[in-house]
């Protein structure tokens, strides 16, 4: 399994940006899946973006796509979420995870359960 550890969480005011950050080690595989997944009170685990570690091909969330962008560096093992104007509606626990490729980046990120890598969650609050 990869180890990961994100950072980058906060107290942020509605409108304003984050940057979460993830590094990842022990790759067993190069051909990878990392993910952004988050925890919002009153829901349950949902993805935001996912990018394949090889080529970058990507997919985010329909509510993610005008506001968040994720993007890697694999020289350094990390991957990122830029967060712009976020709402209230966004606080939550924001979690790294990682996988094998197993299928389309897409279906993987449309179901959390292909990822066998958790970090440990990075807090996420947005209030004025």
């Known amino acids: 399994q990869v180890e990961l550890v994100e950072s980058g969480g906060g107290l942020v005011q ?5 940057r979460l950050s993830c590094t990842a080690s022990r790759f067993s595989s190069a051909d990878y899946v990392l993910a ?11 993805a ?3 990018i394949r570690r090889i080529g970058g091909n990507s997919y985010s969330a329909e509510f993610a796509r005008s506001r968040f962008t994720i993007s890697k560096d694999n020289t350094k093992n990390a991957v990122y979420l830029q967060m712009n104007n976020l709402k209230p509606e ?10 094998r490729l197993i299928d389309t980046v897409r279906h993987m990120c449309r179901n959390p359960d292909t990822f ?5 969650g990075a807090q996420v609050t947005v209030s004025s």
């Open 14 to 18: 509605p409108g304003g940006s984050l």
């Open 36 to 46: 952004w997944i988050r925890q919002v009170p009153g829901k349950g685990r949902e």
């Open 48 to 50: 935001v973006s996912c």
């Open 90 to 99: 966004d606080s939550g626990t924001y979690y790294c995870a990682g996988g």
């Open 116 to 120: 066998d890598s958790w970090g440990q």
